[in-house]
């Protein structure tokens, strides 16, 4: 059964802090992804990376950057968390081109103070 | 550019009503067309896909047919149930690129 796991599922934070957010799958997909999702707004694309190391702007990057050093493995980083980055951050992972199935982790719901 | 525009919602249905959430697309080439729905407190999980035109997904009751012609991919089921309560979510894929353009989804709550 196919997989993606995040590291929390609720998180608090304060305003400044430097937050991690971690995914990991284990279907050897190429692509993996970060996303936000507020009410109203639907999905919004922050980054994706389509091999180790690569990496490409979403929709709304400002305030996000990503990691991938391991094909299984993608982090989001919110260098200095703001509350406006308060959110429901999702992560999906796919085989290579746009037309493969996207599969999600449960999701991260962060609350910055 | 790509997008992907689907009904205004909520939906509120009784169980066992028939239920039709609209979704339209504009695209350049020749996009994969997906339903995602995602239940309280989850992520998103597929539903059913389509990968070319008169293609028919379905799944758990669920249908949508790739229709080329009005550039559509209207998701059906014949008879909800209170468990079919979620928010579903159109997308479109391209060959061209790796990711996904997702409608804003469409919140449904079906009432015993």
């Known amino acids: 059964d196919v997989k993606v796991t995040q590291s929390s599922r609720y998180l608090v934070k304060r305003t400044g802090e430097k937050v991690f957010l971690e995914c990991v799958q284990d279907?050897?997909?190429?692509?993996m992804f970060w996303y936000r999702q507020d009410p109203g707004l639907g999905l919004r694309l922050i980054y994706f990376?389509?091999?180790?190391?690569?990496?490409e702007k979403g929709d709304i990057p400002e305030g996000y950057s990503v990691s991938r050093e391991k094909k299984e493995r993608f982090s989001l980083i919110l260098e200095s968390a703001s509350t406006n980055q308060t959110s429901m951050y999702l992560c999906?992972?796919?085989?290579?081109?746009?037309?493969?199935?996207?599969?999600f982790g449960p999701g991260t719901r962060l609350l910055v103070l | 550019g790509n997008s992907v525009t689907q009904m205004e919602g909520p939906v509120t249905l009784s169980e066992e009503a028939f239920l039709t959430i609209n979704c339209t697309y504009t695209?350049?080439?020749?996009?994969?067309l997906f339903w995602y729905v995602q239940y309280p407190g989850e992520g998103l999980q597929l539903l059913l896909k389509?990968?070319?035109?008169?293609d028919k997904g379905s799944n758990k009751g669920f249908e949508a047919t790739y229709r080329k012609e009005t550039t559509s991919f209207h998701l059906e089921k014949g008879s909800v149930q209170v468990s079919d309560s979620a928010v579903y979510f159109c997308?479109?894929?391209?060959?061209?690129?790796?990711?996904?353009?997702f409608g804003e989804g469409t919140q449904l709550t079906v009432n015993p």
């Open positions: 999906a992972s796919s085989f290579v081109t746009g037309q493969e199935t996207q599969y």
């Open positions: 279907m050897d997909h190429e692509n």
């Open positions: 990376s389509y091999d180790v190391k690569m990496k």
């Open positions: 695209a350049t080439g020749y996009p994969s």
């Open positions: 389509a990968t070319k035109a008169d």
């Open positions: 997308a479109l894929g391209l060959t061209s690129g790796s990711r996904l353009t």
